[in-house]
Structure formats: C-alpha cells, structure tokens
C-alpha cells in the first residue's frame, strides 16, 4: 500500500499518531524496528505501546490534575491509547495503571487490523522523504539519531528519568503501615501507606542511598 504519511517508531506516541491518521482517511506506513530481528536494551517483546517503565499513566482525576484532564480531552478525541488503557485498567487509587502485557496486545492489534495502516517491521537509518513523523523515543537507533542530530543541529540527544526504589513488602511493619488509596482519593485501597517522622524519614532516605544499586548499562551512562 502506498502511504500518505510515514510513522517511524511503534511507542505511544507512534501509534497513537499512526491512528489518529488513519482514521482520518489517510495511509500511513508504521515502522517499527522491534520484530526486524532489531532489539533495543530495555524492551521486553515486540509489540506496539509497551510500557517499559511504570504501568501507570499518572492521575487519572479530570477535576483537579492537569494530567488527568489530558486524559478526558485524549477520550473525547478518540484516542486508541486511552481507551485501550480504560479496557485494560487494574486497581491503582486516582491513577491510571494498565495490565501492560494486555494493553500492549491490544493496541498491537488494533494498529494491525486498521485498513489504512501497514505495520512494517523495520528499522528505518535515515530521515524519509516527504511527510514523517518520527516518534522513536530515547532509544533511537543511532543511525537515525545522527540523522536527527545532522537536520537538528544537535551533537547529542538525551533522555533522563529517575527509577522508583525497591522496597521489599517482608521489610514493611504492617502493624504500623496500612493500605489506602493515594493520598486517599477514590475508594481503593491499593497502596501502602508508611508513616514516618523526621527522624525516620531522614534513616529511610540514607537507607535508599547506601542501599543495593541497580548498576548502569552501556546505554545508561
């Protein structure tokens, strides 16, 4: 099938572009490298919108989080990601956290079976010609990375983000902590909640730094 506009990059932002798109009446061709026997470091399976980080999409709360009104604006305008993301929605207080292996599949086969995307699975070394959209996120092959850079005039391109600590439920005190929802909105109880005074605080934080360290990997440092 000959396209109208060319998607490069699977993630949420790829395939929510490639839908929008599609259903408003024109061909897009969605490359995705993962499936090409291409991999990146951190993810797991080849489908389309994996989640590699948290499952959650933040507040989910129109009323009184930006994030959550985002969510009802996206909603309003037929986003496949969110309501793939409503149908696959586990307990999470006022977030939005998705069963991510089920969310991934689902927007994978929506984006397959749509008559006015081809999926190819691809890796894509140099900026296309004519309109793309490239949405090939922090894990961009580096070929096409040193194209972006030589279009952009950057020397390099960065992703930062903090990963969450690890703490082990057998360490927690369930005779002092206790289970609501976050910051006891909505009627979940899916979160632990830990009190702690100053000096407690303080021997919690010293204890996350001298704690085990995830150590970094080539692709990280």
Request: proline letters at 4%.
């Amino acid at each position: 099938m000959t396209h109208d506009i060319h998607v490069i990059g699977g993630g949420l932002a790829g395939s929510e572009a490639a839908w929008q798109l599609a259903e408003a009446g024109l061909k897009v061709r969605l490359s995705e490298m993962r499936g090409s026997g291409e991999a990146t470091p951190a993810h797991q399976t080849d489908g389309l919108a994996e989640l590699v980080c948290s499952n959650s999409f933040r507040s989910d709360d129109a009323e009184s989080n930006a994030v959550g009104l985002l969510h009802q604006e996206l909603r309003t305008l037929g986003s496949l990601i969110m309501r793939q993301a409503d149908i696959h929605r586990v307990p999470a207080g006022s977030a939005l956290a998705v069963d991510r292996d089920n969310f991934s599949n689902s927007v994978t086969e929506a984006i397959d079976q749509h008559p006015n995307i081809t999926l190819v699975r691809e890796r894509i070394d140099a900026l296309p010609d004519g309109p793309t959209i490239i949405a090939t996120g922090p894990l961009t092959a580096a070929s096409l990375a040193a194209g972006i850079g030589a279009e952009t005039g950057r020397e390099a391109l960065a992703f930062f983000d903090a990963l969450a600590p690890i703490v082990h439920r057998d360490s927690i005190d369930m005779d002092t902590a206790w289970f609501a929802s976050r910051w006891d909105k909505g009627e979940g109880k899916d979160y632990i909640n830990c009190p702690m005074d100053k000096d407690q605080y303080l021997a919690f934080h010293q204890g996350l730094v001298d704690g085990e360290k995830t150590p970094f990997k080539d692709w990280e440092k």
